[in-house]
């Protein structure tokens, strides 16, 4: 599923004009990582948890070359999805 098509489903279920489920979700998107970008962590009761962790710095192998290269340190998304969540899946 894409972008679209996620709005297209949102749209369909909740009612709303493809253009009010586009600028919800765009709003989501955006809020979320405002706050991820405060190393804030956000918390959906049901659907999951969004937190930011760094990677450390660390050496790694050019599989093509065999050189070693160092890779700075980076910060990642992680996501942990929630039961209910969870569960539509099972």
């Given at each position: 599923?894409?972008?679209?098509?996620?709005?297209?489903?949102v749209?369909?279920?909740?009612?709303?004009?493809?253009?009010?489920?586009?600028?919800?979700?765009?709003?989501?998107?955006?809020?979320?990582?405002e706050?991820?970008?405060?190393?804030?962590?956000?918390?959906?009761?049901?659907?999951?948890?969004?937190?930011?962790?760094?990677?450390?710095?660390?050496?790694?192998?050019?599989?093509?070359?065999?050189?070693?290269?160092e890779?700075?340190?980076?910060?990642?998304?992680?996501?942990?999805?929630?039961?209910?969540?969870?569960?539509?899946?099972?």
């Open positions: 599923m894409n972008k679209t098509q996620l709005v297209d489903a749209a369909l279920e909740s009612g709303l004009t493809k253009v009010d489920a586009r600028k919800a979700i765009d709003a989501f998107i955006k809020t979320t990582g706050q991820l970008k405060q190393d804030e962590k956000i918390a959906l009761v049901g659907f999951g948890t969004f937190s930011v962790t760094e990677r450390p710095a660390h050496l790694a192998r050019n599989p093509r070359t065999g050189l070693k290269i890779v700075e340190k980076k910060k990642i998304i992680k996501f942990k999805a929630g039961s209910e969540l969870s569960d539509e899946v099972q």
